[in-house]
């Protein structure tokens, strides 16, 4: 009884450690190396060319198209101020990172759960690298936000469509794959739709009458996005002659990228480059973490806990974009799938199991506390390998 209440104290104040925990990382892992990959040179090239990127040096040997110009066109402004690339996408890491922690918290919108989000292994790793998910991150926030509150009729028709067309945009100005995303407010529309003729009585459409005429809200951004991906997609052919770049099949990892649709859900997970001991660990992690995301899942909608539409689209948008990427990684030129590649599944499950954990009757501070607990030891993980570097630093 008395461990119980240790742990159901309110660490409330605790949750505003980890922003610091986050940055701390990031500029730690700057003092290292520039986290400049081969895309993050792309996108650099790309900036330093635009508006001709058919200029760029491996023009030639590989379509600038294949690359969205929204990165490199955000570094582009950002360096006519500062002068330097390298500064630039560190500024846009930084800038993301403030907006998320203070966008949260400002709108009070499940900012624990997101706060120790950005502690997690597979979020932490991202931000220091010049790479679009820098961007994508709160972008995907937003649209969780925008759906929260428009399927708790806090928001009005028309803004939720601004505000999500607008949104979309900018993800796919980004990241060609964001396109899919529009296959889960697809699937979730249809779904909205048929739940109005549910005389079978089928208990997912029963879940979902209530919110069954705003299938036609959905249907409209879904269109308008995809006309405007098709638009900006011909653009780049009539520009560079490719749609999207040379997408030729390459030899494809399937083992690796099986095991990476599982290994994204490991908070703790940070690197995938073996199948040593610590992998197996790693896995055991990963499934204990599947299964405890199936029975939140099967909790939440057996009980039909508030919001189960938002948690049903958060689902099938997550589920849908799995897909269609295992499609795309099978039949186009990409890398292993990885984090960067499963981003929208990774968080539009963990977006899913907050809301369905944050209308549990028994919710108390055990639950945020388990949240911070996570978060932190996904912060030690991380740090433990940097240990000489801090020392080094320090004069130690």
């Not at 979309?168 to 889960?184: E, H, P, Q, T």
Request: net charge positive; charged share 10%; hydrophobic share 55%.
């Amino acid at each position: 009884m008395k461990l119980h209440r240790i742990f159901n104290l309110d660490l409330t104040r605790l949750f505003y450690l980890l922003p610091i925990m986050v940055f701390a990382n990031l500029f730690l892992c700057w003092t290292t190396k520039s986290f400049l990959t081969w895309d993050s040179m792309r996108y650099i090239e790309l900036a330093k060319t635009f508006p001709d990127i058919n200029q760029v040096p491996w023009a030639n040997q590989w379509s600038a198209s294949i690359f969205p110009i929204g990165f490199p066109i955000i570094l582009k402004a950002l360096t006519f101020f500062t002068g330097d690339f390298l500064l630039s996408y560190r500024i846009l890491s930084i800038t993301s990172l403030l907006f998320v922690f203070i966008f949260v918290k400002y709108k009070n919108f499940f900012w624990r759960e997101i706060w120790a989000l950005m502690c997690f292994g597979n979020l932490l790793q991202l931000f220091p690298y010049a790479w679009t998910e820098v961007i994508f991150v709160p972008i995907l926030i937003l649209l969780f936000y925008c759906n929260y509150q428009f399927l708790s009729n806090k928001l009005t028709n028309n803004r939720f469509i601004i505000y999500n067309i607008s949104l979309f945009f900018i993800a796919i100005l980004i990241k060609y794959s964001s396109l899919f995303l529009v296959g889960g407010y697809l699937v979730f529309a249809s779904i909205l739709y048929l739940s109005r003729y549910n005389k079978h009585k089928i208990a997912m459409l029963s879940m979902l009458q209530n919110e069954a005429s705003k299938y036609k809200i959905y249907l409209i951004v879904s269109i308008i996005a995809i006309i405007f991906f098709l638009s900006y997609t011909y653009f780049n052919y009539c520009y560079t002659g490719y749609f999207m770049g040379n997408r030729d099949p390459s030899k494809c990892h399937y083992k690796l990228s099986l095991f990476n649709v599982l290994f994204t859900l490991n908070p703790f997970n940070f690197r995938l480059s073996n199948y040593g001991r610590l992998n197996n660990y790693m896995l055991l992690i990963s499934f204990v973490a599947m299964c405890f995301y199936i029975s939140i899942f099967y909790r939440g909608i057996k009980k039909q806990v508030k919001n189960i539409p938002l948690v049903i689209l958060l689902l099938l948008s997550s589920f849908v974009f799995l897909i269609l990427s295992i499609y795309s990684y099978l039949t186009t030129a990409l890398d292993i799938l990885g984090v960067r590649l499963l981003l929208v599944y990774y968080l539009f499950l963990y977006f899913a199991v907050i809301v369905i954990v944050d209308n549990t009757k028994n919710r108390s501070n055990l639950t945020y506390n388990a949240f911070l607990f996570v978060a932190v030891i996904s912060f030690i993980v991380r740090f433990s390998d940097k240990v000489p570097i801090i020392c080094k630093i320090i004069g130690l």
